[in-house]
């Protein structure tokens, strides 16, 4: 593998767990951050020798709150090879033309449209597919759970149909403005959720979602149904989500039956910020019966795209030509899991 010089443009849930990634890497040097504004966060990344790029127009406010920048947006832009936009949901397409101008490759998150990028992306499904492109859009984290599991299905047999319902968190922990306090919201109150159009940029498959908005900020939760072309056990299908990357079953009986417990066990392994980039899938909610498979899972919306947005950096910079090599990379510089976690 070469190298390939990246700066992240926002450092916020999604960026700074990015930047910490890409730091880890050893085919990738971490140029540099945007921040907009002079607050903590931009301290902390001063703090851990994080370069920091501001817009031109904010230059004097930094200075004032004491961190010095390196430079503006586009003296980033100018130092480096990919960008990875970590703006808010909205934003990244009006970097799009700046990004162009400087002729880098660019990753948008799952915020944005999928038209903001050449191909949507998730690492089991098309990392092929996407070696080589201009841009990239890393599909949402809810997106990316379902992705994760069906495209490992559609490993062993035809996928007739998917139906699912997420339960949504109605923010993130840090968030104090935003979500139910005391109510269970449909998000939206039709069908299907833009769960299923997302999945559809990725996976040409029959799927309806539907999604409620709980009053929590640790995880969402999915109830998963699939019907296959094949006959399926529920032994093998234990097997196959053993064996898939990022994917990890947990067994109730160990008392992680919650996602609250599933945060404090994040802690107890000592990830950083309670991180939990795998799948987590409830080993004991499988089921199958015929072609009926059936199953809960619980997704870490604060970091389980990160992983995705490193392997998006290979795939346009062609550092790893296989989905298997940039997995093995990876999830090994991340400390990923895979297999049982169970008694």
Request: hydrophobic share 40%; with cysteine.
């Amino acid at each position: 593998m070469g190298s390939i010089r990246v700066g992240v443009n926002g450092y916020g849930t999604i960026g700074k767990r990015v930047a910490d990634a890409i730091k880890l890497q050893p085919d990738m040097e971490l140029v540099g951050v945007v921040k907009t504004k002079p607050d903590y966060s931009s301290m902390v990344a001063n703090r851990y020798g994080i370069n920091i790029y501001v817009p031109e127009n904010a230059l004097k406010k930094f200075e004032e709150k004491g961190v010095d920048p390196s430079g503006t947006i586009e003296d980033l832009l100018s130092r480096i090879d990919v960008v990875v936009d970590a703006t808010p949901g909205g934003v990244g397409v009006t970097y799009k033309e700046l990004y162009s101008k400087y002729g880098i490759k660019s990753i948008f998150q799952g915020g944005e449209k999928p038209e903001v990028a050449t191909l949507s992306f998730n690492t089991l499904c098309n990392y092929e597919e996407a070696l080589g492109k201009q841009s990239l859009r890393v599909v949402s984290c809810n997106t990316t759970a379902l992705l994760r599991t069906l495209c490992a299905l559609r490993g062993i047999s035809r996928i007739k149909k998917v139906r699912a319902t997420i339960v949504r968190r109605a923010a993130d922990p840090k968030e104090v403005k935003k979500g139910p306090i005391n109510a269970i919201v449909p998000n939206p109150p039709k069908i299907p959720s833009h769960h299923a159009i997302d999945v559809k940029t990725v996976l040409d498959i029959d799927i309806i979602t539907m999604a409620v908005v709980v009053p929590t900020t640790l995880m969402h939760l999915h109830t998963v149904y699939v019907e296959l072309e094949s006959s399926i056990t529920k032994s093998d299908i234990e097997e196959l989500f053993a064996n898939t990357p990022r994917v990890l079953l947990i067994d109730s009986s160990i008392g992680l039956k919650s996602t609250a417990e599933l945060i404090e066990l994040a802690r107890d392994l000592g990830r950083k910020r309670n991180d939990i980039p795998e799948l987590l899938i409830w080993q004991d909610s499988i089921e199958a019966k015929g072609t009926e498979v059936m199953w809960m899972h619980a997704v870490h919306q604060e970091s389980i795209v990160v992983p995705e947005n490193i392997d998006a950096i290979r795939a346009v910079a062609q550092l790893a030509h296989k989905a298997s090599e940039t997995i093995e990379v990876t999830d090994r510089t991340l400390g990923i899991l895979r297999g049982r976690l169970t008694s």
